[in-house]
């Protein structure tokens, strides 16, 4: 603890020991070799923290963060009923859906969609079917359309941005690669 605190004076951070928590990530099934280290006088050991809103378990599972998310998305979609009671048209409640719903699962997914179970998956399609089905939005968009939606644009600001870079006169290795790209 020692070493952490000097750290973080040396580069001006200030540590505040009420908030951190402390870790030790292990496989979804640990061996029985597997020796805990000893606690950090100061710091709390947990299973789960949350980090930039994103929950994190010890065993590199998703299922704390898949159900928190599913949990305030349900309570979006109660009020998205409230607002189709009022009669505020479809076309409304589907952009509606999109920036309270959609918005929400989608944060941070690039960090966490590589550790979600095929259950916690169709738990998340659950909610765009029952979406769909109250009328809440016009078509019923998966977790994956979002995503692929998402690598699709994030790949043509990259493209977009090697091309730019090529244009003034830094030819790589690459271009062959992007001038066959159709974007």
């Not at 923290?49 to 994190?56: D, N, Q, S, V």
């Not at 509606?96 to 959609?102: C, G, L």
Request: net charge positive; glycine share 2%.
């Amino acid at each position: 603890m020692i070493n952490i605190k000097k750290w973080s004076d040396d580069n001006k951070l200030c540590l505040n020991l009420d908030k951190t928590k402390e870790v030790i990530f292990r496989g979804p099934h640990p061996s029985k070799l597997c020796i805990t280290p000893p606690t950090i006088c100061d710091v709390e050991r947990v299973s789960s923290a949350k980090l930039l809103g994103i929950y994190f378990t010890d065993k590199t599972s998703m299922s704390d963060h898949i159900q928190h998310t599913v949990s305030v998305s349900n309570q979006r979609l109660y009020l998205l009923c409230q607002l189709k009671r009022q009669n505020l048209p479809v076309e409304c409640l589907d952009r509606i859906f999109d920036a309270i719903v959609i918005s929400n699962l989608m944060y941070a997914s690039p960090s966490w969609f590589g550790y979600i179970s095929v259950e916690q998956l169709n738990i998340i399609r659950k909610l765009f079917v029952k979406a769909h089905r109250w009328g809440l939005t016009k078509n019923c968009t998966t977790l994956m359309s979002c995503l692929q939606l998402e690598i699709r644009s994030c790949l043509k600001l990259w493209v977009i941005d090697v091309r730019w870079v090529m244009l003034y006169g830094f030819r790589s290795k690459f271009h062959a690669l992007f001038s066959s790209a159709k974007i």
